[in-house]
């Protein structure tokens, strides 16, 4: 009995754990699309971690669903713990360039943008009417924090849950 709680526990934490990182990156991309917000480089470089722990996480999450041994569903967790790590690196050094504490990236100014072309046609005349953001200035500040600065704040969170949830004694 104890086990399968512990088993529980660990598959609904771990979707649990997923669909907040889903909802933190799905929330960029609705500023984004919905907003009209234009990331800049490193905004969009701020996302990958969530990319890769959203499916880390539900692998986590399948193996305890199916029983598979415990060292896999916290390996999954530690690894979805140590993607939203870096991703708290990521945030901190963008708030760091928003801030002047330090330089940013030399090619700051040259994001993709998506969403902007509604017809293939003028793709091309849409991408040079359009100048992304300079990774250095804040595109709104929320509460006294830009967008970098929530990410820190959400990585921070999603990792100590992931570590916290990881390191769960089985019972």
Request: net charge negative; aromatic share 10%; glycine share 12%.
């Amino acid at each position: 009995m104890d086990v399968t709680r512990n088993r529980n526990v660990h598959l609904f934490g771990a979707l649990a754990l997923a669909a907040a990182m889903a909802l933190v990156v799905g929330t960029a991309l609705a500023f984004e699309h919905v907003g009209g917000f234009i990331p800049c480089a490193l905004c969009l470089e701020q996302r990958t971690p969530y990319y890769a722990a959203i499916p880390v996480t539900l692998v986590g999450a399948l193996a305890a669903g199916l029983g598979w041994p415990l060292l896999v569903v916290r390996g999954a967790l530690v690894a979805g713990g140590l993607l939203m790590v870096y991703g708290l690196y990521l945030g901190v050094y963008h708030a760091g360039v928003e801030w002047a504490w330090w330089q940013g990236p030399a090619d700051c100014a040259t994001s993709a943008t998506s969403g902007i072309a509604t017809d293939a046609g003028s793709l091309l005349a849409d991408l040079d009417a359009v100048t992304p953001p300079s990774c250095d200035e804040a595109a709104g500040r929320f509460l006294g924090l830009s967008f970098a600065g929530w990410n820190v704040i959400a990585s921070a969170g999603l990792a100590i849950a992931a570590f916290l949830l990881a390191t769960r004694p089985a019972r």
